[in-house]
């Protein structure tokens, strides 16, 4: 035979189940303290300060909140993370921060829908890295004088990581010496960085077909807590 529960029953049954239902998860960049004023974002997420692998993830803000747009595996530096300001030259350590994204660049074609300013890699095609240069962390064509080519990266002999790419603006707008030079979001190698953020050639890709200069992403690298936690930025 059919029975009614009483409604009161229903309500409160109603109401227990919404107690033990799970809250939902906050975006990740509701908890940072600034994203860079824009509606897009970039995260790229380790574990802590001496790990080489974690999460890049990239985010549209809509109706006022963060929603994910995607992600991928992410790679960091050799020797991990350090804070960007007391990050050195040469020590294969990925900086943390919040930077902006100058310009986008690669030995392969834009990918289709990509919006940034694509620079293509040619032969002539370097970043100095001399502390000594006057194109200290910069892209030029043509080796200058004052950049030693062994304190240099020639970015076309990096043929599979440097297929597509994001310049990361860690000390880029008024470099500070010996700090570091040549960070960037990139395609993996076959293994940890000596600095930059690194995800699958697909990845790269995506994030380039998404990115929209006009809503001024930014990419905020750190780890999950401590004094590098990407919540601080």
Not at 78 to 101: D, F, H, I, S
């Amino acid at each position: 035979m059919r029975t009614t529960l009483p409604r009161t029953l229903l309500v409160l049954g109603a109401a227990l189940m919404s107690l033990g239902a799970a809250p939902s998860p906050v975006p990740l960049p509701a908890g940072m303290a600034d994203t860079g004023g824009g509606s897009q974002l970039i995260t790229a997420v380790a574990a802590g300060a001496g790990s080489t692998t974690g999460t890049l993830t990239w985010w549209d803000r809509r109706g006022g909140r963060w929603v994910e747009a995607g992600s991928a595996p992410a790679r960091f530096g050799a020797k991990g993370l350090v804070e960007g300001e007391r990050r050195r030259q040469g020590t294969n350590t990925t900086p943390t921060g919040l930077y902006r994204l100058p310009y986008a660049f690669g030995i392969e074609p834009a990918p289709a829908g990509t919006s940034y300013r694509y620079a293509r890699v040619t032969e002539r095609s370097w970043w100095c890295q001399d502390d000594d240069s006057r194109a200290y962390n910069r892209w030029v064509e043509g080796l200058p004088r004052d950049c030693r080519p062994a304190e240099a990266e020639h970015l076309v002999a990096y043929r599979r990581q440097y297929a597509y790419g994001l310049v990361i603006g860690f000390n880029y707008d008024r470099p500070v010496r010996g700090r570091g030079a040549g960070i960037f979001l990139h395609v993996d190698g076959a293994g940890a960085t000596a600095g930059c953020v690194s995800v699958p050639a697909d990845a790269m890709r995506a994030v380039l077909a998404w990115a929209d200069p006009a809503r001024r992403p930014h990419i905020a690298v750190g780890t999950r807590g401590g004094p590098t936690a990407i919540t601080r930025h």
